[in-house]
């Protein structure tokens, strides 16, 4: 029998990229995402690709929508051996300029949005014995100014998925979080924020990054076969993430002399 896979925010990017890799390995793929057209393409994909694929229009700030993706999925395959927890939006703004609806909308969908996918999936994933994965961010870790909703929710993220590990490990499932710094995708496509000039630095960075969204994918896949807890599928972040935790005080320096330089700069 294939294993089955749930991916969501899968009508692009990372998440389309991460439904190819699956799908050349003869897995039932199951899709979500706000945009259905896309949702419909990837399915197609994986289609094309050897997998299974179901398609669902799925907001994850909505519980009663991710159940009715759980129902279906139980009813139709027995439920799941691995959740990606993928979908995600972009956004910055120096702290002074976030209203409540940038925190709103920013926390909702990157972090709740998370939180929503593994309370619904955890009772199957339990019974499976599967895994999950959770795309957090480096922006999670290292805490860049000029985006601390971004960085908040991502850092939770991340804490979520150290809970998860701790508390599911004696249970027999395995828990991952992903941790990509810049990489070439549509990100920008969700993106909110007062400045144009540092949208435009991130699309410079997202257009530079060494590596594309199909080679982070496939790091993202080894290293969830793998079992392993922390990805970090750019070397530059892992060396950036060893640089904090060995010597937090010069990285706090940094931190605060980018701002000074963003804060000439007008971002």
Same mark, same amino acid.
């Given at each position: 029998?294939? /294993?089955?896979?749930?991916? %969501?925010?899968?009508?692009?990017?990372?998440?389309?990229?991460?439904?190819?890799?699956?799908?050349?390995?003869?897995?039932?793929?199951?899709?979500?995402?706000?945009?259905?057209?896309?949702?419909?393409?990837?399915?197609?994909? @994986?289609?094309?690709?050897?997998?299974?694929?179901?398609?669902?229009?799925?907001?994850?700030?909505? &519980?009663? $929508?991710?159940? $009715?993706?759980?129902? %279906?999925?139980?009813?139709?395959?027995?439920?799941?051996?691995?959740?990606?927890?993928?979908?995600? @939006?972009?956004?910055?703004?120096?702290?002074?300029?976030?209203?409540?609806?940038?925190?709103?909308?920013? *926390?909702?969908?990157?972090?709740?949005?998370?939180?929503?996918?593994?309370?619904?999936? *955890?009772?199957?994933? &339990?019974?499976? /014995?599967?895994?999950?994965?959770?795309?957090?961010?480096?922006?999670? &870790? &290292?805490? !860049?100014?000029?985006?601390?909703?971004?960085?908040?929710?991502?850092?939770?993220?991340? !804490?979520?998925?150290?809970?998860?590990?701790?508390? *599911?490990?004696?249970?027999?499932?395995?828990?991952?979080?992903?941790?990509?710094?810049?990489?070439?995708?549509?990100?920008?496509?969700?993106?909110?924020?007062?400045?144009?000039?540092?949208?435009?630095?991130?699309?410079?960075? *997202?257009?530079?990054?060494?590596?594309? !969204?199909?080679?982070?994918?496939?790091? @993202?896949?080894?290293?969830?076969?793998?079992?392993?807890?922390?990805?970090?599928?750019?070397?530059?972040?892992?060396?950036?993430?060893?640089?904090?935790?060995?010597?937090?005080?010069?990285?706090? $320096?940094?931190?605060?002399?980018? !701002?000074? /330089?963003?804060?000439?700069?007008?971002?």
């Amino acid at each position: 029998m294939s /294993k089955r896979v749930l991916i %969501t925010g899968a009508g692009s990017g990372l998440g389309r990229e991460l439904a190819h890799c699956y799908a050349r390995q003869g897995w039932r793929v199951a899709l979500t995402d706000v945009n259905d057209e896309g949702c419909k393409q990837t399915a197609s994909q @994986v289609e094309e690709l050897g997998g299974e694929a179901e398609r669902f229009h799925c907001d994850v700030r909505d &519980l009663g $929508q991710m159940q $009715q993706v759980a129902d %279906t999925l139980e009813e139709k395959w027995g439920g799941l051996d691995l959740l990606i927890n993928n979908a995600g @939006v972009a956004g910055g703004g120096s702290f002074a300029d976030l209203d409540d609806d940038e925190w709103d909308w920013m *926390l909702a969908i990157n972090l709740k949005g998370v939180i929503n996918g593994c309370r619904i999936f *955890l009772p199957s994933l &339990l019974r499976s /014995k599967g895994q999950i994965c959770n795309i957090a961010s480096m922006a999670g &870790l &290292l805490s !860049a100014p000029g985006m601390s909703h971004y960085n908040v929710a991502k850092a939770g993220v991340v !804490a979520l998925s150290e809970s998860l590990q701790a508390e *599911l490990a004696s249970q027999g499932m395995a828990v991952s979080v992903v941790c990509p710094s810049f990489f070439q995708t549509n990100l920008l496509d969700s993106y909110r924020g007062s400045s144009a000039t540092l949208k435009e630095n991130v699309a410079k960075l *997202l257009a530079g990054s060494p590596i594309s !969204a199909q080679e982070v994918a496939q790091r @993202v896949v080894e290293g969830v076969e793998a079992g392993q807890f922390m990805i970090l599928p750019h070397d530059e972040g892992a060396l950036a993430w060893e640089f904090k935790r060995n010597d937090p005080e010069s990285h706090r $320096q940094m931190m605060e002399q980018l !701002a000074v /330089k963003m804060a000439e700069k007008g971002l």
